[in-house]
């Protein structure tokens, strides 16, 4: 076997084996998804701004549930009133994320709505994911605000409650039409979790999948290879053209002479000056501290 032969042998057992290291876990591999229970009677519209009656509210009930039972998704949309109307973009955020795990439960398969109805001066609308809903509409969300905005008045606009109707309806059926499982996994930065499906599996671990895994370890070895590859080069050449040290420059045993050298520290003061911090910097702006938990996507759009 020519050289040529023996590299590509061992850069096959060489991928074969990073295959076979990276299948092994890294972290917990506890899996937190709780599914999808079948219940759509939880799946409904929150009207806090009451903008509809109850017959069109009934209607809308029925849209919302017939699209969680086709999606196998919790569904819940809630239309935010004057009451919301002081909320930063965080703590409405941190509102969705919350309303949805008191619904339907923490790592369960759903999707939040929040829509701003609340008349403030920029009105903000955000949608949380839990379970497969974040990998299924994460690269979505944009898109299906650009989609509602055709609906929806602009913040200052007057609010007609026949257009949020439309809305809702074009809600549900976006989320018909998005639906995806392109995306390989979903990073919930904020909680340190991984959503992604595994053999057909959800699964919601503190462990990276394994085809991310596999591509860490695969690009690593490529930039170790390169740079091992360099090195040999670079001390190949240094040695290639060294040229042979004169004798001459060799002393003789006996004529060699050791000077003796001492080095004394002297003694060193050092002195510590404690720095007063400002009380006006480093604080945490107002509104801030808003937390939640389970695994949450999702994302805002402002009107």
Request: charged content about 25%.
């Amino acid at each position: 076997m020519n050289k040529f032969g023996k590299f590509l042998a061992f850069m096959a057992l060489l991928t074969v084996f990073i295959l076979g290291v990276a299948y092994i876990p890294i972290g917990s591999t506890k899996n937190l998804a709780e599914g999808w229970d079948g219940d759509t009677s939880a799946s409904c519209l929150v009207d806090d701004a009451d903008l509809f009656g109850k017959k069109d509210e009934k209607q809308l009930n029925s849209v919302i549930r017939e699209t969680a039972d086709e999606l196998e998704l919790n569904i819940l949309i809630y239309v935010a009133g004057s009451d919301d109307a002081h909320l930063s973009d965080e703590a409405t955020e941190a509102k969705a994320h919350n309303m949805y795990d008191e619904t339907y439960g923490e790592y369960t398969d759903g999707v939040l709505y929040y829509m701003d109805m609340s008349g403030g001066y920029s009105a903000y609308d955000f949608i949380s994911t839990s379970g497969k809903a974040t990998v299924m509409y994460q690269k979505d969300i944009e898109n299906i605000f650009t989609y509602l905005d055709g609906y929806l008045p602009a913040s200052g606009e007057q609010i007609v409650p026949e257009e949020i109707y439309s809305a809702i309806e074009a809600f549900c059926r976006q989320l018909e039409t998005k639906k995806s499982r392109n995306q390989l996994y979903f990073h919930d930065t904020y909680h340190g979790l991984y959503n992604y499906f595994e053999r057909g599996e959800f699964r919601v671990t503190r462990s990276k999948p394994f085809p991310l895994r596999a591509l860490i370890m695969l690009v690593c070895t490529a930039i170790g290879a390169l740079i091992a590859l360099i090195v040999h080069a670079c001390i190949k050449r240094h040695y290639k053209f060294k040229t042979a040290a004169n004798p001459s420059v060799y002393v003789a045993r006996e004529k060699t002479a050791f000077t003796e050298r001492s080095d004394v520290q002297t003694r060193t003061h050092v002195s510590k000056v404690r720095i007063e911090s400002s009380s006006g910097g480093g604080g945490s702006r107002g509104g801030g501290g808003h937390s939640f938990g389970g695994s949450h996507g999702g994302g805002g759009h402002h009107r």
